[in-house]
């Protein structure tokens, strides 16, 4: 079967904080329907190369394509409304009910009338059993219920990429099982997904590619029995006998 044009085109993109180089050009392509596992040490860069197909980090140099177009300063809130972003933290604002919460983009960026996105907004809630929380307040709702809420907020704009910036590892272990289902769900459904994560048995099992970066390179890559059962470098031999 011939591939899909790929979705999403980075070319050698570097981000620097000061002196400090945390991206050091990353070529990569991420076609329609892909479920990219994101791998490496802390500090490698994976949460910053995320940051930065989203522009919630301005890349120093380089080149990210989306749908075959350049994403600059002037077109990322449209770029936005097609790639999805899920943060490890959540980013819920605590002044806003969870309705508001999920109300928040769409009404913003003028992509659905009040009543289709409050109408969203309850069939997403009551998909994943927090109906009954559309009024309450962040500070009440338990962390995998708020992560489940970011999940669903990020998928109110129907988005064609979503990334998922550790999104379990500020969850107790309980809750843990509740959001990985979901995302497994939202695989399941051809969803084309990018996720940094520390959880190994997940990446193995839902990834159709591992990619692992170091020091802010692209050090290997490969289909996940490959990469768990043949590493083709020491480093990732290194780090998956710390891991495993």
Known sequence: MENKEADLK???????????????????????????????????GKST???CINWMEE?????????GTL???KNIRKMRRNIGMVFQHFN?????????????????????????AEKRAKELL???GLLNKAEAYPASLSGGQK???????????????????EPTSALDPEAIGDVLDLIRELAGQGMTIMIV?????????IATRIVFIDKGRIIEEGEPKEFFTHPQTDRVKEFLKKVL
């Open 59 to 67: 890349p120093t140099a380089g080149e990210i394509y989306f749908n």
């Open 49 to 51: 190369f995320l940051r």
């Open 197 to 205: 994560t520390h959880e190994m048995g997940f990446a193995r099992e």
């Open 126 to 128: 009551r998909h994943i």
């Open 147 to 165: 992560q489940r809420i970011a999940i669903i907020r990020a998928m109110m704009l129907n988005p064609e990429v979503l990334l998922f910036d």
């Open 71 to 73: 994403i600059t300063e």
């Open 92 to 116: 819920l604002i605590n002044n806003l009910t969870v309705m508001e919460n999920l109300l928040l983009a769409p009404m913003k960026l003028k992509v659905l009338t009040h009543e289709a």
């Open 10 to 44: 980075i070319k050698n993109l570097h981000k620097s904080f000061g002196k400090n180089k945390v991206l050091n050009g990353i070529n990569f392509e991420l076609k329609d329907g892909e479920r990219v596992v994101i791998l490496g040490p802390s500090g490698s």
